[in-house]
């Protein structure tokens, strides 16, 4: 039986909003908003949101359209070679953990809603192999590459790598949401961003899935 774990990204696996922030309010001043800044705080308050509707609520001084998604797509293409670069905060024990979850016969995925990019920006960064035979990531997807939600995302991952009986580990919210759109258990990464307004399998660190993912597929 081929059972799968699929992640969430940001709250889940890594804290990248301080880089993030950083790298938006480059090119927030570079494109003349001088008197506008992104806060780490502004970011981990849209962490999951598709990057339209990140741009719809931190920039209300540009006007919808053209010059909104103008500087959207600076910031995104931005914020990728500068993750590359500069990384972000892996919650403890991260690594460690995939690669006895990989031993213990587990396939392992990273479904996100964020732009085409992010995902592979946080592997190269920390070294993780993807998309390989024996590679510690098995597949990745994310809104970016093809718009679609993350619920669709999740069932197109489950689907299209044959998965038998797959769980989603994410923090907030819309994980869950999108995991019953999708059909799958959930476990909740308590010591993410968000709360669940639902009685769900939790874990406080990362190293705890390795004993709870067992009791849930």
Same mark, same amino acid.
């Given at each position: %039986? ?6 969430? %990204? ?7 909003? #301080? ?7 480059? =090119? ?18 849209? %962490?999951?949101?598709? %990057? ?7 920039? +209300? &001084?540009?006007? +919808?359209?053209?010059? *909104? ?5 600076? !910031?995104? #293409? @931005?914020?990728?070679?500068?993750? *590359?670069?500069?990384? /972000? &905060?892996?919650?403890? =024990? ?11 016969? @587990? ?6 809603? !964020? =732009? ?8 190269? @960064? ?15 997807? !994310? &809104? /970016? ?5 993350? /619920? ?20 907030? =919210? ?5 995991? !019953?759109?999708?059909?799958? +258990?959930?476990?909740? $990464? $308590? &010591? ?5 307004? $639902?009685?769900? +399998? ?16």
């Amino acid at each position: %039986m081929k059972k799968g774990i699929i992640f969430d %990204m940001d709250g889940t696996i890594w804290d990248s909003s #301080e880089n993030v922030a950083r790298s938006w309010d480059i =090119q927030v001043k570079k494109h003349g908003y001088v008197n506008e800044s992104v806060t780490q705080d502004d970011i981990k308050s849209v %962490m999951g949101k598709t %990057m339209d509707v990140i741009a719809d609520i931190l920039f +209300p &001084y540009t006007k +919808p359209g053209d010059e *909104r998604n103008v500087l959207r797509k600076a !910031c995104e #293409e @931005y914020e990728i070679d500068y993750l *590359r670069e500069h990384g /972000g &905060y892996i919650y403890p =024990q991260v690594v460690e953990t995939l690669k006895v979850l990989k031993k213990l016969g @587990y396939k392992l995925y990273i479904v996100s809603n !964020c =732009q085409a990019g992010y995902i592979e920006a946080f592997l190269e @960064y920390f070294n993780i192999e993807w998309g390989k035979e024996d590679s510690l990531i098995d597949d990745i997807e !994310c &809104y /970016g590459n093809n718009f679609l939600s993350k /619920g669709e995302n999740i069932a197109l991952v489950v689907k299209r790598n044959k998965l038998d009986k797959a769980v989603y580990v994410g923090d907030i =919210q819309g994980d869950y949401d999108s995991t !019953c759109e999708a059909g799958l +258990p959930f476990i909740h $990464a $308590a &010591y993410g961003f968000g709360t669940i307004n $639902a009685d769900v +399998p939790a874990i406080s660190t990362f190293s705890e899935l390795v004993n709870k993912v067992g009791t849930v597929i």
